[in-house]
């Protein structure tokens, strides 16, 4: 057994889980506060690629000044979204809602394409490209440093979660919305901040994988794993996306290296199926009883 | 006159005209070549789907200028199919219902696969933009041909290149995980073998995976002296040079047609530099096009770069031109059936230069394509080998 190889393997895994579990807190935000399961998360974070494209490269604004500018966007997007398709279906059949997230996707695949065209495209050098080693062991500096972005981002969310008054108002609205209401906390407005502050981390998730994979109008199929990330941390644990994130990415690589990619894959959804079986709300998620 | 005979009167020259009108009409239809077509002007293809659209219609405004094939002018129909291989099918029954088509042009392997009994039925003749290697196979896709090399020949003509250039040489193969990356990959290590190059590793990808850094590890493990990675249009190609060249591996990267457009080389940035593939047809910018007439109208109608996906409509139109005419000039209707015959008996077949080389089908493909490295501060591909015929 090589054991240095089986730790750089690790080190790219966790490199990878790192951006499951940013675009992971960024579903569970939405889903935590309105109950919505936002299939759009992945054409989310490819706008926030885009868009720091538009800035970046189309308009040639410095870069630090295209990032903030992409994750205001994504931002206002969540935000427009609640707003216009999300809100009007406040208290309709969550399988409506449901669909309508699906429909968003293909809405903002079209537009990107409208306005970006669908040609597959780079962005603008964001990380830096020196060789990162951990002793002996290398990791690609791209997914190093997205990682510890990512680690930072999710850092400071947790802390707002916990310190600010929007968080403590986040959090209780998603704990008893009736409560909050009676505490007079504006929970229409929580509803439209939860959606803006995931698309504030998905423009952020998008801006870190488009820098290591590039962008492309289909780049949001990495929702789809986002989606079994969350299913298996817990559709409405913070902590359990983090640690479903880096414990999916992880198995992913090391599947992927020693088993072969085609296997990596066969993996990820045969953690979801046991857990599904053993725990259906998740490793860290709310037990809810349903009583008829 | 009585009110039945005024009647008659009014409506026997009435009558007559509708009928000469509808006479003359029968004839133009008959007179005239529809090319239909499905095309993915939208999802994740269309970035070449808009191309092969454009060409095509530039074909045809060219060819119907030059007095259209034997006489008969072209007309061209295509509708979006957003890459759906089911849409693809019912843009396939709309316009081959309502049209007498007799050639088609197909956006993708699975909906070329799976129309082949209909084409057979509807006698039609059709290519596209793929070049699976299960297509090339005259005996269970009589109605198809290919524009160029099937992906296991283009790998074939990355490995003669190669064996000439470096031999015993150390490969690995680097492809997606889905049925296009697959494609050319058992029987290129096979090849290989037979060429005396060593088959150092063999990754795969998953689809639209994210982040290849382990993936990359295993390369630099191997150490092999070339990769050749097929499956992609751009990412990851690009992940995967700079980690080789973050890790000091000296492997040269090689990649096959779809990959080779020299916009999604220009998206590589300064990472392409050196990046090796084949290409079956000259670039917009090729310095010999003097040998190539079809080149030099494609640039007289424009001015600045088209794409080499916008060549393929070309190269889809001049093909279907030549098939047209050896099977009208044999004095045989035109129908599938009979250009099949003509794609067999076709020798010297000439693409107004398109193809660098003149040459014959192999079953359904053009077994030609040369290769060429990108030089990035020229922002160009250029040519490192010969046209390459594989025998």
Redesign the interface.
């Known amino acids: 057994m090589d054991w240095l190889f089986l730790f750089e393997v690790s080190l790219a895994g966790l490199g990878r889980g790192g951006l499951y579990a940013l675009t992971g807190v960024a579903f569970v935000l939405i889903y935590k506060a309105t109950r919505v399961i936002n299939l759009a998360i992945g054409e989310m974070l490819m706008v926030g690629a885009y868009l720091f494209i538009g800035f970046g490269a189309g308009m040639a604004l410095p870069l630090w000044l295209a990032v903030i500018l992409a994750l205001l966007g994504g931002a206002l997007l969540g935000f427009v979204l609640e707003r216009t398709a999300i809100r009007p279906l406040l208290g309709e059949n969550p399988i409506s809602v449901f669909m309508v997230t699906i429909g968003l996707s293909s809405v903002l695949v079209g537009l990107v394409e409208i306005i970006w065209t669908a040609n597959p495209r780079s962005l603008p050098d964001l990380l830096p490209r020196d060789p990162i080693f951990i002793g002996d062991a290398f990791v690609a500096p791209k997914t190093f440093w997205s990682f510890v972005i990512a680690a930072g981002v999710i850092a400071v969310f947790l802390l707002l979660f916990r310190f600010w008054r929007g968080g403590v108002a986040l959090r209780a609205t998603a704990s008893d919305q009736g409560a909050a209401y009676a505490m007079g906390i504006n929970v229409p407005a929580v509803y439209s901040l939860a959606w803006a502050l995931a698309g504030l981390l998905a423009a952020g998730a998008g801006i870190l994988l488009g820098a290591i994979s590039g962008a492309s109008s289909s780049m949001g199929v990495f929702g789809l794993t986002v989606l079994v990330v969350v299913i298996v941390g817990g559709l409405d644990s913070v902590l359990g996306a983090l640690l479903a994130g880096v414990l999916i990415g992880w198995v992913e690589s090391v599947a992927g290296v020693y088993l072969g990619g085609e296997y990596e894959q066969l993996f990820t959804f045969s953690i979801l199926l046991v857990v599904l079986l053993v725990r259906p709300w998740g490793l860290f998620g709310t037990r809810e009883i349903e009583r008829l | 006159m009585s009110i039945r005979k005024q009647l008659a009167v009014m409506i026997w020259p009435v009558a007559a005209a509708a009928m000469m009108v509808a006479g003359s009409a029968g004839a133009q239809d008959k007179e005239e070549i529809v090319i239909g077509a499905s095309v993915p002007m ?6 070449a789907g ?1 191309q092969f659209n454009r060409g095509i219609n530039d074909y045809v405004e060219w060819v119907n200028s030059q007095g259209g094939i034997r006489g008969r002018q072209v007309r061209y129909i295509g509708e979006d199919t957003g890459y759906d291989a089911d849409q693809s099918v019912a843009v396939f029954r709309r316009i081959t219902s309502s049209e007498d088509v007799t050639f088609y042009f197909g956006d993708s392997t699975a909906f070329q696969q799976s129309i082949e009994p209909e084409l057979e039925r509807r006698d039609i003749l059709m290519t596209g933009a793929s070049f699976a290697s299960e297509i090339n196979n005259p005996e269970e896709y009589p109605m198809q041909f290919l524009l160029g090399p099937d992906y296991g020949e283009q790998v074939g003509i990355l490995l003669e290149y190669i064996a000439d250039e470096n031999p015993g040489a150390s490969v690995a193969f680097i492809h997606s ?1 889905t049925e296009f990356g697959r494609d050319p990959i058992e029987g290129g290590k096979k090849m290989a073998e037979d060429l005396g190059l060593e088959v150092a590793t063999t ?16 390369l ?2 191997a150490r092999p002296d070339y990769a050749i990675m097929h499956g992609y ?4 190609i ?2 995967f040079i ?2 080789a060249r ?2 000091r591996l000296d492997t040269r990267f090689m990649g096959t047609i779809y990959t080779m457009e020299q ?2 080389i220009d ?3 300064e990472t392409a530099e050196g990046f090796l593939g084949v290409m079956p047809y000259r670039y917009y910018y090729d310095e010999n096009a003097d040998e190539a007439p079809l080149l030099q109208t494609i640039r007289e109608m424009h001015d600045e770069y088209q794409a080499t996906t916008y060549t393929q409509g070309w190269v889809a139109g001049i093909l279907m031109q030549r098939i047209a005419e050896h099977t009208l000039d044999a004095g045989r209707e035109l129908n599938g059936t009979n250009m099949r015959k003509s794609i067999e008996e076709m020798e010297n077949i000439d693409t107004g230069g398109l193809i660098g080389k003149k040459f014959s089908f192999s079953g359904n493909s053009i077994p030609v394509g040369r290769i060429y490295r990108a030089d990035v501060s020229e922002g160009r591909m250029v040519p490192v080998s010969d046209w390459i015929e594989l025998d």
């Not at chain 2, 939208?42 to 970035?47: E, W």
């Not at chain 2, 998953?206 to 295993?218: I, Q």
């Open positions: 939208t999802g994740p293809f269309a970035f808009i995980d990754i795969v990808t998953p689809p639209g995976s994210a982040d290849v850094s382990a993936a990359a590890l295993e630099r493990r249009v751009l990412s990851p690009p992940a700079e980690q973050q890790m916009g999604i998206q590589m940035g």
